[in-house]
């Protein structure tokens, strides 16, 4: 049965970085595209990044472009996040979702087959 794990969230001051982890267990990541999703308390969930099978296709909502890595280690089946010089309107719940493809459709993955349960992340001082 496939489900995904999210870790790494955290409490962090305005400006520090968080790494965040998506761990896929009863399922290989190695053919699909990978995102990462957020939602802030009362805002819809909102695509933030999605990195291609082979991890050679990037792409990043404009919010994050520049502050946000999405990166894969597909030996280890896990997609990371690097969140850099963090906002307070980073804060959210942050999900990873697998996609049926090995593209992303922009900066989300294509026909989302699995979401993981998600991790808080607080920006504050």
């Known amino acids: 049965q496939l489900q995904l794990v999210e870790s790494g969230g955290g409490l962090v001051q305005p400006g520090g970085s968080l790494r965040l982890s998506c761990t896929a267990s009863g399922f290989t990541l190695d053919y699909y595209a990978i995102g990462w999703f957020r939602q802030a308390p009362g805002k819809e969930r909102e695509g933030v990044s999605c990195i291609s099978s082979s991890g050679t296709n990037t792409n990043y909502a404009d919010s994050v472009k520049g502050r946000f890595t999405i990166s894969r280690d597909n030996a280890k089946n896990t997609v990371y996040l690097r969140m850099n010089s963090l906002k307070p309107e980073d804060t959210a719940v942050y999900y990873c979702?697998?996609?049926?493809?090995?593209?992303?459709?922009?900066?989300?993955?294509?026909?989302?087959?699995?979401w993981g349960q998600g991790t808080q992340v607080i920006v504050s001082s």
């Open positions: 979702a697998v996609g049926r493809h090995p593209y992303c459709s922009d900066y989300v993955p294509s026909d989302i087959r699995s």
